[in-house]
């Protein structure tokens, strides 16, 4: 069992275990860095199991730990044969699993209270564990918190929202159903995660007395017999803020249980449906976007820019949820056409202290290029890279941006090509 008794000091830290962290941690491990994992919830994978989601996006191209982890889900028939559509408990054991075998001492319910910087360097950053305050020290760190919170606490720079307004994507709470009709559940098609086109949940849902904050309410059938539910958006509320997060926690959970009592009365065998779960924690779309060497533009998804630096190709469209209920309440994307596109390394290496990286939804980029690059499979991506990068840095007593790039991707196809 790895646990983070033994040293107060290694090569790489990475803040936060969501599926970028856990990707970032594995990474820098197995390229034989010392590296440590903290996570605040009772669990690794983030949104992947704390939070419920359920469905991983734009993995199909990536090989690597995205791979392996669909792997190990798969051996525990966790995962459905036609989409990444998962059992969140398994998901649970095979991160665990996977992180305790790169020998990464883990370290869950702590957070990252602040950083200690000394000129353009991180040097500490301080935890607030269950036993105290407590100190650990690194050479090179990973920015996995989704919020940014371990760059923001350091002092880099950041944009947040929509540069219109600073409105941000809403929250959403996920939760777990038993008793969906069988033939509901059979419904779920290859092209399409849901079990019901939207708009005829919406209908039902409505036709049983209930309006849905999210107006493309969503079923996804999944491997355990149970079904996920995403049918809240909690607007105008911000993800960096203990009191908006518990406002929208209780609004959120409110509403899945009168989303259930709305499904029990709809008309067919429906009224057996019975809420298991709420999410441990809400889901955030978006926090802080980390100012790095590159930003990531909405003209990038639509050019589908090319960079010498790649790490991933993104090929998951802009996904704009409304931020608020007057622009409709589903999906306010803005009316261009994507591309896939590269992801450089630049956009997660940090422009304000140099020995700091970031992976998942916290790199650099825009609003709208953000939307797209969000999901899970560019998550696991950038946390490879971001890894790879800070595990080679540390051991090498380099900047993260002084490293050859070349080094850095012979790392990375090692990993996707030959994976443990
Ligand atoms: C409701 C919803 C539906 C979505 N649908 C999909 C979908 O169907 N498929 C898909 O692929 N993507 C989807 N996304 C997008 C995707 O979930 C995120 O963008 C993705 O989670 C990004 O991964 P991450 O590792 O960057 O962040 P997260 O999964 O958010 O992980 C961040 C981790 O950091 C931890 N943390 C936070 N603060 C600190 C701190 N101060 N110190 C230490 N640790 C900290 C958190 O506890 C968490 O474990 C959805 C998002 C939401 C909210």
Known sequence: MSSLSSSSSYDVIVGGAGPAGVAGAMAAARAGASVALIEPQN???????????SLILDS????????EIRNRLRARSAVADHRDLYDAEAMKIVLDELCEEAGIDILLHSKISEAVVSDSLITEVILECKEGRRAISARCFVDCTGDGDLAARAGCGFDLGRDKDGLTQ?????????????????????TTASCLPKQSFLEMLQASGFEPSYRHPSLFALPNGLCALMANHQYELSALNSADLTKATLQARREIHQTVDAMRRIPGDWRNVRLVSTAAHIGIREGRRIHGHYRITLDDVIQGTRHPDAIARCTYGIDVHSPNLKEGG?????DVKSLPYDIPLRAL???DRDNLLMAGRCISGDFDAHSSYRVT??????????????????LRDLLPAQLPFKDVLEQLKTLRHHPS
Do not use: Y
Not at 43 to 53: K, N
Not at 386 to 393: E, R
């Open 43 to 53: 669990a690794l994978g983030g949104v992947w199991t704390t939070g419920l989601l």
């Open 170 to 190: 809403p929250l959403t709470l996920m939760a777990l159903l038993a008793g969906v009709p069988e033939e509901i559940r059979q419904q779920n098609q290859k």
């Open 330 to 334: 589903a999906i306010s994307n803005p």
């Open 377 to 394: 499979g560019n998550a696991v991506a950038t946390g490879e890279a971001a890894g790879i990068t800070a595990a080679l840095a540390a």
């Open 60 to 67: 199909g191209n990536k090989p690597g730990i995205m791979d």
């Open 349 to 351: 290496i940090a422009r």
